[in-house]
């Protein structure tokens, strides 16, 4: 009876001993991510680690940041990232959680159902001062005279700074600062026959921080030929506009008063140019006269006969 009493507490024992190391197995089953590091460029800020494997089954995880008040008066207390916790691919975008110019303890814990797996935590804390920035992308163009610039808009954090100069010997370099990408911007009238080249670069006040400037691009503006020629050319066609178009109307005015009220102008067979009685003896006469010669050449014609 003893010896059973003795052999069911060492059973019982044995089991509570093995309970938790049976525990402890379940939990490491799941293995923690690796290969934490910080891809940043141009104030963007992904968080990468290798991915954890389990056949068959689909392994999310939970990034969680700590900024430097945190670590350095709440080290307990961790912030689970707005946009990873969980996430299911091996990346999370922490842009949105650094929000200041310190250092940010980052960590990350792979998660199957109800199984967590230990955190794994950046080696050196990120500090987003350290982010790469690369020239902005520009597209130089002409507005006529006008040469014309558009940024490629990286953001409310940048800024940029643009050179442009005329391309000749001894030209004189200008800068002109721009507050926002993706909007035209006018940045000199140029003279005809010459070309013009602009290069750009980012600022971040944040950080205060530069990047490299972009290859020059260049443009060229036409020369004054073409528009001499059509101005000449305006020029000549309002000169005729100017006398065509009165003269035009001057004759239409003449000839529409001629069809619709006629000048009747006499002959001058008709016209009368002497005093009415003057003119009846005038007639008088010549119609004597007439008769005194149709009577000669009847008595003529009767002396023939």
Same mark, same amino acid.
């Given at each position: ?8 507490? *060492?059973?019982?024992?044995?089991s509570?001993?093995?309970?938790? +190391? *049976?525990?402890i197995d ?6 923690? =991510?690796?290969n ?16 954890v494997?389990? =056949?068959?089954? @689909? ?12 670590s350095?008066?709440?080290?307990h207390?961790?912030i689970?990232?707005?946009w ?5 691919? =091996?990346? +999370?975008? !922490?842009?949105?959680?650094i ?8 960590r990350?814990?792979?998660v199957?159902?109800s ?21 902005p992308?520009?597209?130089v163009?002409?507005?006529?005279f $006008?040469?014309? @610039?558009?940024?490629e ?10 050179a ?11 800068v ?9 911007? $006018?940045?000199?009238t ?7 080249c ?10 205060g ?8 691009e +260049?443009?060229?503006?036409q020369g ?16 005729? @506009? ?15 008063? $001629?069809a +619709? ?7 001058d ?8 009685q003057? *003119? !009846?003896?005038c ?15 009847k ?5 023939? !006969?």
């Open positions: 009876m003893v010896l059973e009493e003795i052999s069911t507490s *060492l059973i019982m024992w044995f509570c001993a093995l309970i938790p +190391c *049976l525990l379940a939990v490491a089953v799941l293995p923690a =991510p690796q934490l590091s910080v891809q940043s460029t141009n104030m963007k800020h992904v968080l990468t680690w290798s991915p494997v389990v =056949p068959e089954e @689909i392994i999310h995880y939970s990034v969680e940041y700590q900024g430097e008040y945190e350095l008066y709440m080290s207390i961790w689970p990232s707005s990873c916790s969980p996430t299911a691919g =091996p990346e +999370c975008d !922490i842009t949105d959680d929000t200041a110019t310190v250092p940010y303890n980052l990350v814990r792979a199957l159902g199984q967590t797996s230990a955190w794994s935590t950046l080696k050196q804390p990120f500090n987003q001062n350290s982010t790469i920035l690369t020239p992308g520009m597209e163009t002409q507005d006529g $006008h040469l014309v @610039i558009k940024l808009d990286l953001g409310p954090q940048f800024e940029y700074f643009v442009y100069w005329r391309k000749e010997s001894g030209a004189e370099e200008h002109k600062m721009v507050m926002n990408g993706g909007v035209p911007v $006018h940045l000199e140029m003279e005809p026959g010459s070309a013009y602009v290069k750009a670069q980012t600022f971040v006040k944040a950080i921080r530069h990047s490299a400037f972009s290859q020059a +260049c443009v060229k503006v004054e030929t073409l528009p001499l020629a059509l101005a000449l050319f305006a020029f000549v066609g309002f000169t005729l @506009i100017l006398v065509v178009v009165p003269l035009s109307v001057w004759k239409m005015g003449r000839l529409l008063r $001629h +619709c009220c006629p000048v009747v102008v006499l002959p067979t008709l016209k009368i140019t002497s005093s009415p003057k *003119l !009846i003896s007639r008088r006469e010549e119609v004597e006269v007439c008769a005194m010669a149709g009577l000669s050449s008595e003529l014609l009767g002396v023939f !006969i």
